[in-house]
């Protein structure tokens, strides 16, 4: 399962991207808005640190606005991939986007039945929420199996990349269950690496050689 981070801040991905473990970035109009930066020269200096897929998504409701959107938003880097909501516009957008090769990254996915739809429409990506179905007191990551499992019996090529990711255990279950790359906030990425018996066992590693390090390494 690939890496993603969900973020927009250039800090948070320059830091992620050097511990060698990025695959690719997903932004939405929050997280871009949150930044106060030209979206453009955003999306383009992210792709820069990034060579993965970087999704950046339209903003239009219909679906001429999204194509004259999305088909702009392709030109800005070879690896951007066009962001579009699940919607009947958004699923009309992207099976034109798709036709013309650009990859489309389906968001805001909520059921199996959206994501066949997607799939069909020739997404790139459907992005189910895991963390807002959670919200909800539904099973977020019961959905990104399901997503996987369909996909796989009706041979459908769209990859799952579960979003909406609030804890380690969503992207643990993600990848059990199947999803082919899991979008996270950089809290919850930097919470993946970390275990209290890896600092402890440091710690002793570390000790014990400074004790010995006369005879060790003299
Ligand atoms: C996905 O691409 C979205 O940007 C994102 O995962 C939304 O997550 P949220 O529910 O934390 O806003």
Known sequence: MHLFLDTANLD?????????????????????SKEKKDFKKLVKDICKIVSGPVSAEVVAEDMEGMLTEGRDIATWAENVVVKVPLTPAGLGACSKLAKDNIKVNVTLCFSVNQALMAARAGAYFVSPFVGRLDDINEDGCALVEQIAEMFHIQSLETRVLAASIRTPMHVQRSALGGADACTMPYSVFKMLVKHPLTDSGMAKFLADWKQAKEVVAP
Do not use: K, Q
């Open 12 to 32: 948070e991905i320059a830091e992620i991207a050097n511990w060698g473990v990025l695959d690719g970035i997903t932004t939405n109009p929050s997280l871009v």
